[in-house]
């Protein structure tokens, strides 16, 4: 059964970089021609696509945020990351990451936890 | 971008209600759309994919329909695990991916 796990800090401070890995077990990143992708979603509102990564390493950004993130995968320890450069307050979210589903492959079927990260001095 | 307008933002209703949610999209995006199921401090649940395929272990009373710019989520006799958010999201291409803005399903 594929798991998905987000890990890094809750707090990070304005115009510095949040960065969060996901980690993903039982079962491996270049088993499939998937997208693995980055969700979030601020406290008490809806969700909202960052971005997304092949595991050739093809990504797809959000035009909205495109500018400050990097998406990238690491196959050798079975794992993909986000970072979200110059964050303000704005920025404050819980952050998912999921994989696509085996046929709808730019819906999400498994999803990490979540880590709630916060945006402040 | 395809924007995703989900209605109603609140819906109240009873134990065995049937009930309905409808999502339009901004332009076709034929049956590429996903139905999520979002619990208080967890993340979301897929439900239907393809516009009106349940995806596996999900009850039956939940089902979908639509194509185009309309669809609908429908749950035929609303049951206590069913007071969540749902969430639609179009999946037409990566350009960009866009959820809608959710509906609240409370217990009237």
Request: glycine fraction near 10%; charge should be neutral; aromatic fraction near 12%.
């Amino acid at each position: 059964q594929l798991q998905l796990q987000e890990s890094g800090p809750g707090l990070v401070k304005p115009s510095e970089t949040l960065s969060l890995t996901c980690d993903v077990s039982g079962g491996s990143i270049i088993s499939n021609t998937y997208y693995w992708g980055w969700i979030r979603q601020p406290p008490g509102k809806g969700l909202e696509w960052i971005g997304s990564i092949h595991n050739s390493g093809t990504t797809y950004y959000n035009p909205s945020l495109k500018s400050r993130v990097t998406i990238s995968v690491d196959t050798s320890t079975n794992q993909f990351s986000l970072k979200l450069y110059f964050v303000t307050a704005a920025d404050t979210a819980v952050y998912y990451c999921a994989s696509p589903h085996s046929t709808a492959m730019l819906a999400f079927d498994i999803w990490g936890q979540g880590t709630m990260v916060t945006v402040s001095s | 971008d395809i924007q995703m307008t989900q209605s109603p933002s609140t819906l109240s209703a009873s134990l065995g209600d049937r009930v309905t949610i409808t999502c339009r999209a901004s332009q076709s995006i034929s049956v590429w759309l996903a139905w999520y199921q979002q619990k208080p401090g967890k993340a979301p649940k897929l439900l239907i994919y393809k516009a009106s395929t349940l995806e596996s272990g999900v009850p039956s009373r939940f089902s979908g329909g639509g194509s185009g710019t309309e669809f609908t989520l429908t749950i035929s006799s609303l049951q206590p695990d069913d007071f969540a958010t749902y969430y639609c999201q179009q999946y037409n291409n990566f350009s960009p991916l866009t959820f809608g803005g959710g509906t609240k399903v409370e217990i009237k």
